[in-house]
């Protein structure tokens, strides 16, 4: 009889991998490239949580995987970031399918994404009002400098974690800036540092990480706190929101192109500065408010009339 059961049949009644295992052994059939350390980063968060990692590939339901979402949109993070997730996953259960670990994947809904989900900018009093809420008493008073490092250089907060000593640089002419070797884009890229960031790295030692390292489930709680104090609990308000900010005014208060901010920013794509770019409605106030200044001499009917 044992000769009659389908294959697939077969080995789904026999053990099957653990999730953990299940990535570790077919992540580079699944990913490439960069795309490849990302999926990998994010099998970790999943491996991570309530111990998916050790959980045999056919136990999972999609409550699990439901499960999981919520704790990352608990953690700040918004629809489109946990859909990327959800992609990840998705390529998981069917590479588990095709290897026969597997019947069928579970069908986890994806989250909505609306069309005012992308991340906004911090304004000048929601900057300092942020500040101010980490003082020298707060347990996470370290994120105050987190904070000024990341509105005022636009860097993610992975980057500033590589920050080190020897990573901190000055230049003949005075100047300061930060060497970042490992970026997203795979690029080398070197960031100014102005005198606020430089004080709040010297708070840090130079080296945010030694702050960071252990403190992780510390930082997305006080952040979750300082926003629901602060930003009215807005949960399109996170950390990342800081580079958006840094962007923003250096096109609108500083009138940089697109071009210099994306060099800034580590951008390969102006496309993709574009998009980080939000435009201030008192910078659109302003512009309006020229043509009554009449910058340009007469205007046409004036000269018209003249001749």
């Known amino acids: 009889m044992a000769n009659l059961i389908n294959p697939n049949l077969k080995s789904f009644f026999t053990s099957t991998p653990t999730f953990a295992e299940f990535v570790d052994t077919q992540a580079t059939l699944l990913w490439h490239g960069d795309h490849l350390k990302r999926s990998v980063q994010k099998a970790k968060i999943f491996s991570g949580f309530d111990e998916y990692g050790g959980r045999q590939l056919k136990s999972f339901k999609p409550d699990c995987i439901h499960a999981f979402f919520d704790h990352l949109a608990a953690k700040g993070l918004n629809g489109n970031t946990i859909n990327h997730y959800a992609a990840m996953l998705t390529k998981?259960?069917?590479?588990?399918?095709?290897?026969?670990?597997?019947?069928?994947?579970?069908?986890?809904?994806?989250?909505?994404?609306?069309?005012?989900?992308?991340?906004?900018?911090?304004?000048?009093?929601?900057?300092?009002?942020?500040?101010?809420?980490?003082?020298?008493?707060?347990?996470?008073?370290?994120?105050?400098?987190?904070?000024?490092?990341g509105a005022e250089t636009g860097m993610r907060l992975g980057e500033i974690l590589t920050l080190k000593p020897a990573a901190i640089t000055s230049g003949d002419d005075g100047s300061t800036w930060a060497h970042l070797t490992k970026t997203k884009n795979g690029d080398e890229r070197f960031v100014p540092l102005n005198i606020r960031v430089q004080k709040a790295l010297a708070a840090l030692d130079n080296e945010p990480m030694r702050h960071h390292r252990g403190n992780e489930h510390l930082f997305y709680r006080c952040w979750a706190e300082m926003r629901t104090k602060v930003l009215q609990g807005d949960k399109r308000y996170v950390f990342h929101t800081l580079r958006h900010t840094a962007a923003t005014v250096m096109a609108n208060d500083f009138h940089a192109n697109t071009a210099i901010i994306g060099m800034l920013l580590g951008h390969k794509c102006e496309k993709t500065t574009a998009k980080y770019i939000k435009t201030k409605p008192e910078a659109l106030q302003a512009l309006v408010a020229r043509f009554g200044q009449k910058p340009f001499g007469n205007t046409l009917e004036e000269k018209g009339a003249s001749q």
């Open 92 to 149: 998981v259960f069917k590479q588990a399918v095709r290897n026969t670990h597997i019947m069928t994947a579970p069908q986890f809904t994806w989250r909505e994404v609306r069309g005012n989900q992308r991340p906004l900018y911090y304004t000048n009093t929601q900057l300092a009002a942020m500040e101010s809420h980490f003082d020298e008493y707060h347990p996470a008073w370290w994120l105050r400098h987190f904070i000024i490092i």
